[in-house]
C-alpha cells in the first residue's frame, strides 16, 4: 500500500464514529463525552487542584507545599514532597490489607508438557522479593542517586530488580535486550553505572539472547576506559554456556539468600531521579531521558487508570505486551499499572512460540481484561490469519490498547472486529519516552473513536498543532506539535547534557516568547479537534513501534571499513511500518555484493543491536546531493519507496545523479 492510499483510508474511515460500547466488566470510571471534557477543562484552567486531589490519594512521607512550579523548560511538581515509588506501587497495598492480592502474574515462553511456567506474586511476596534485592544493591554499595544499569529478560526479577532500585532511591536504566553490547556500554558509560543486572540467557521464539556474554563484551569494552563494573546475574538455565569472572560477577539467587527480607522504602523528594531511559535522536548518540519520582508516579499512575479503566477488586488482570526496556514497560506494566492495585501480567516470550495464537492462548487462560500492544504486532496477527484468533475465547477483554506508532485504520479495524469482536472500545495512547504517561488517547467509556486517530488530550496536556511561528494552524492543516503547558509526567532533563535538552524539545517553536514542548511530531487535528498524528518531523524514524535515529545507523555504517558514505532514510513496511533503507558509497577496493550486505547487516547489529539492521542496503557511486552538499533525503525516501525508477547502468553500483538532477533544484 502505498502512503497516498493510506491517506484516503484514513479520509474514508474518518466519517465513522465508533461510539463508546457500554462495559462488558467494571463500569467505566468516566462515562460520558461530557464528563471527560469537564474534567479535561478544569484540569486546564485549574491543574493546580485537579491534581492535588489526585496526588492526595498516593502515599506521601511529606505532603508537598505547592503543585507545581515551571519556568520553561523546568518544572517541578508536588514540590516539597517526599514518596516513593515502590512504596505506592507495592507497600501501600499491604498496610491497607490487601497483601494477600495478587499483584504480578508472569509467564515463561518454553511450554513443556505440563503447559508453561507461571509464576503469581501477591503484594507482600514481592515487597520481600524486593527487600531482599534492594539490600542486595545496598551490599554493593550502590547509593541513592547511583544509576544501576539494566540488561534482562521479561521475567519478574526485571521488575524486581527495578522496584528494588526505587525503594532505596538508586535510579535504574533498563535497556532493551536486543541491543548490542557496544550500545551497553556507551550507556553505562554515560551513567556512570557500577552495577548491571542482567541474565545468563532470555529465551526469544525458543532461541536464547545470550544477555551475559554481551555484558561479558560491555565491559571488555568500558575497560579500556578503566571503568569498573560488577555484575549480577539471574539464572535463567537457558542452556547457554556462560564465562565467570569471579572478581565481579554474583548470582542473583547467592545474593539475596544472604540478606534480610526487610528494607524500608527510602523517602524521595517529588524532584530526585526516578530513572533515565536512553532513546535515539535525530543527532549523535542516544539520550538519557531523566524522569523524577512524585510526577511521573501521579501521572502514569493516573492515565492508567483512566485510559484503561482500572478498577480494584473486579478480577481484572491487566496485560501490556511491551518490554521493560521501552518506556511503555516502565510506565505501562510497574509504575502505572501497580499503584492502582490491578494486577500486571508479564510474558517472557514471542508472540508466535511455539504457534501463532500464543497470545490469544494467554488472553483465554488467564482471562486478560485489558491488553494493550502496538501496531506492527497488530499487522503481523492480521498476516497469520484470523482463525489463530477466533478459535480462544476472547470474551474477558474489556479495552484493547495501542501504542508506538500511528495505526493504519485497516488494523484498527480488524483489531476491532477481529480480537474485540466489535465490542470492545480501542484505546490508540500517543506518546513518548519524554511524556512519562499518554498525551492524547481516547477514554475507553468516554470517548467516540475513529480509526487511526488517538482522539483527545488525556487531563491537563495542553496539545496543539501549530506552525513555526507558534500560531495555531486551521482545521486539517498539517502542523507541529506542541503541548503548551507542563504536566506532571513530563521528563526533566537530558541525563548530563542541558544544552540538548533546551536544543531538542525546547528551541523550535515560541508562544508569546516563552519556549514550548515540541514533541518532534507532526499532526494536525480534524473538524471535531481530533488529534492524527504524521510522524516524525526530524530525523527518527519508527521502526516497528521503536526509535532509532538516522544518524545512529549511518555513524554505524561508516565504522565499518568498507563504507565511505551513508544516508539512511525510512521506507514503507508492510509489517514493521518503517523500515530501514541504507544507501552507501564504497571504499576503493570493496565491491558491491550480496556478501558485503550480509556483513553489514550483521555490523550494525554488533554496534546498536539487531532492530537497527537495515531491510535494503544500496551501493551507489555517489549520494544525490543538494547544492549546498545536503543529501536529498527525499530523494532517497521515494527511491527507498519504489516510486522513483532508477535506472540502473551495467555496472554493480547505481548511480543516482541523474535522477537528482531531474528533481527539482535543492532540497531544503
Ligand atoms: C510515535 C512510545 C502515532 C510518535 C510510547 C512518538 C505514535 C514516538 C503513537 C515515541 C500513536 C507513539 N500514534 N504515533 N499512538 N505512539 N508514537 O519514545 O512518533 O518509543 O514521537 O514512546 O512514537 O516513541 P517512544
Same mark, same amino acid.
Given at each position: ?309 482500572? +478498577?480494584? =477488586?473486579? &478480577? ?11 518506556? @511503555? !514497560?516502565?510506565?505501562? /506494566? ?83 472486529? +477481529?480480537? =474485540?469482536? &466489535? ?11 519524554? @511524556? !512519562?504517561?499518554?498525551? /492524547? ?87 471535531? &479537534? ?139
Amino acid at each position: 500500500m502505498s502512503q497516498s492510499e493510506g491517506n484516503i483510508e484514513s479520509i474514508l474511515h474518518e466519517s465513522r464514529l465508533f461510539e463508546p460500547p457500554a462495559p462488558s466488566g467494571a463500569p467505566w470510571l468516566i462515562d460520558s463525552l461530557d464528563e471527560y471534557k469537564k474534567l479535561y477543562q478544569r484540569s486546564i484552567d485549574d491543574p493546580k487542584s485537579f491534581w492535588g486531589e489526585i496526588a492526595d490519594g498516593f502515599h506521601w512521607f511529606h505532603k508537598w507545599k505547592q503543585v507545581v512550579s515551571f519556568e520553561a523548560p523546568d518544572a517541578k511538581w508536588f514540590v516539597g514532597g517526599t514518596t516513593n515509588l515502590c512504596y505506592n506501587c507495592v507497600d501501600k497495598h499491604v498496610r491497607d490489607g490487601y497483601g494477600d492480592e495478587v499483584a504480578l502474574v508472569w509467564e515463561g515462553e518454553p511450554v513443556g508438557k505440563d503447559g508453561p511456567e507461571v509464576k503469581r506474586f501477591t503484594y507482600a511476596e514481592l515487597q520481600k522479593e524486593i527487600s531482599k534485592f534492594a539490600n542486595v544493591l545496598r551490599g554493593l554499595e550502590v547509593h541513592r542517586g547511583d544509576v544501576v544499569t539494566i540488561y534482562m529478560g521479561m521475567i519478574p526479577e526485571l521488575a524486581i530488580a527495578i522496584l528494588a532500585c526505587a525503594r532505596i532511591g538508586a535510579a535504574h536504566s533498563v535497556i532493551f535486550g536486543g541491543f548490542s553490547a557496544q550500545a551497553i556500554a556507551d550507556r553505562v558509560e554515560d551513567a556512570k553505572s557500577k552495577v548491571i543486572v542482567t541474565c545468563d540467557g532470555a529465551w526469544r521464539r525458543g532461541n536464547v539472547v545470550p544477555l551475559k556474554e554481551n555484558v561479558d563484551h560491555a565491559i571488555e569494552i568500558l575497560k579500556q576506559s578503566k571503568k569498573k563494573v560488577a555484575a549480577v546475574v539471574v539464572r535463567q538455565r537457558c542452556k547457554n554456556g556462560i564465562e565467570w569472572h569471579e572478581e565481579r560477577d554474583y548470582w542473583w539467587h547467592d545474593l539475596v539468600h544472604e540478606v534480610d527480607d526487610q528494607c524500608e522504602c527510602v523517602p524521595l523528594d517529588s524532584e530526585e531521579m526516578a530513572f533515565l531511559l536512553y532513546t535515539s535522536g535525530s543527532t549523535g548518540k542516544p539520550k538519557g531521558i531523566k524522569h523524577t519520582v512524585g510526577g511521573y508516579m501521579v501521572y502514569t499512575a493516573t492515565s492508567a487508570k483512566y485510559v484503561f479503566n482500572l +478498577v480494584p =477488586g473486579e &478480577g481484572q488482570l491487566y496485560w501490556c505486551t511491551a518490554d521493560i526496556g521501552w518506556i @511503555t !514497560g516502565h510506565s505501562y /506494566i510497574v509504575y502505572g499499572i501497580m499503584p492502582n492495585r490491578v494486577p500486571t501480567f508479564m510474558y517472557e516470550g514471542a508472540p508466535n512460540h511455539p504457534e501463532a495464537d500464543r497470545f490469544w492462548d494467554i488472553v483465554e487462560r488467564h482471562k486478560v481484561t485489558q491488553f494493550y500492544t502496538a501496531p506492527t504486532a497488530i499487522r503481523a496477527f492480521m498476516k497469520w490469519g484470523d482463525e489463530h484468533v477466533t478459535k480462544h475465547d476472547l470474551s474477558s477483554l474489556q479495552v484493547l490498547g495501542t501504542v508506538g506508532e500511528p495505526i493504519n485504520p485497516e488494523a484498527w479495524m480488524w483489531y476491532h472486529n +477481529v480480537v =474485540g469482536g &466489535g465490542e470492545c472500545p480501542i484505546v490508540d495512547t500517543y506518546w513518548q519516552t519524554e @511524556t !512519562g504517561g499518554h498525551m /492524547i488517547t481516547p477514554l475507553p467509556g468516554a470517548t467516540p473513536t475513529k480509526p487511526g486517530s488517538c482522539t483527545l488530550p488525556f487531563f491537563g496536556v495542553d496539545a496543539a498543532v501549530v506552525d513555526q511561528e507558534g500560531k495555531e494552524v486551521p482545521a486539517n492543516h498539517g502542523g507541529l506539535l506542541v503541548v503548551r503547558k507542563p504536566w506532571p509526567g513530563m521528563l526533566r532533563g537530558v541525563y548530563g547534557d542541558r544544552q540538548r535538552f533546551i536544543d531538542t524539545y525546547w528551541s523550535t517553536v515560541k508562544i508569546d516568547g516563552k519556549p514550548v514542548y515540541t514533541a518532534g511530531d507532526g499532526a494536525r487535528r480534524d473538524e471535531h &479537534g481530533y488529534f492524527w498524528i504524521m510522524g516524525r518531523i526530524d530525523d527518527v524514524i519508527n521502526v516497528s513501534g521503536h526509535r532509532l535515529g538516522t544518524m545512529e545507523v549511518e555513524s554505524a555504517l561508516v565504522a565499518h571499513e568498507a563504507v565511505v558514505e551513508a544516508a539512511v532514510v525510512g521506507m514503507p513496511h508492510e509489517i514493521k511500518g518503517t523500515g530501514i533503507a541504507a544507501f552507501c558509497t564504497l571504499a576503493t577496493g570493496y565491491e558491491a555484493s550480496d556478501d558485503l550486505r550480509d556483513k553489514l547487516r550483521a555490523h550494525i547489529g554488533e554496534q546498536i543491536g539487531a532492530i537497527a539492521k537495515p531491510d535494503m542496503i544500496r551501493f551507489t557511486d555517489s549520494l544525490p546531493k543538494t547544492r549546498s552538499g545536503k543529501i536529498m533525503r527525499r530523494l532517497l525516501r521515494s527511491i527507498a519507496a519504489g516510486e522513483v525508477e532508477v535506472n540502473q547502468d551495467t555496472s554493480t553500483l547505481e548511480d543516482f545523479s541523474v535522477v537528482a538532477r531531474l528533481q527539482a533544484t535543492d532540497e531544503s
